[in-house]
């Protein structure tokens, strides 16, 4: 069975999901691919799971890095897994460029090189966004570009994390925001 239930963010509602074990599903209401690793049916009722994620977003909306991640799964392809992965590896309040964690990929498969562009759209599909920071995730040379929750929240979450804003942009209309 899995578990849903709503919580109210400074930044908008948060539709979270478990199932039993994991904490499986975290979206900002509308963002892009919501819900899309969801069943069709689904308990719209507490878990303890769901209260535990509640807890470590209010830590995370009061400022405070939280010092605990309640149990993920992030059902995903072998590469979406991957990247997920390396975005866990991003400090509270830091950065990394696509490039990075590209490079990080390749590394860990033993590749020469991958594309940042794939990394790009298994950033995009991350189901569980905040708790999988890949608001953290910026393009080379600061473009603050690419979250699924949208640009304004991208902001404001690193803002919240008072992360270093020197040199980071919103790219002008018409570039891949």
């Not at 600061?142 to 979450?157: M, N, P, Q």
């Amino acid at each position: 069975m899995v578990y849903t239930s709503e919580y109210a963010s400074p930044l908008g509602t948060i539709t979270l999901a478990c199932d039993e074990s994991v904490v499986i599903g975290l979206w900002f209401s509308g963002q892009k691919y919501f819900e899309s690793t969801l069943p069709e049916q689904t308990c719209r009722e507490e878990h303890p799971l769901l209260a535990e994620a509640k807890r470590w977003l209010d830590v995370y909306f009061s400022g405070r890095e939280p010092d605990f991640l309640p149990p993920l799964r992030y059902d995903a392809t072998p590469f979406r897994r991957l990247i997920c992965d390396i975005m866990l590896t991003i400090p509270y309040g830091k950065t990394m460029t696509y490039g990075a964690i590209a490079a990080e990929a390749a590394k860990r498969h033993g590749a020469e090189r991958m594309s940042a562009q794939a990394v790009g759209g298994a950033v995009g599909h991350n189901p569980i966004s905040l708790m999988i920071p890949c608001h953290r995730v910026v393009g080379t040379g600061g473009s603050l570009t690419g979250y699924a929750g949208g640009i304004e929240r991208k902001v404001k979450l690193l803002e919240l994390e008072r992360a270093d804003m020197t040199g980071l942009f919103v790219p002008k209309k018409g570039t891949a925001l």
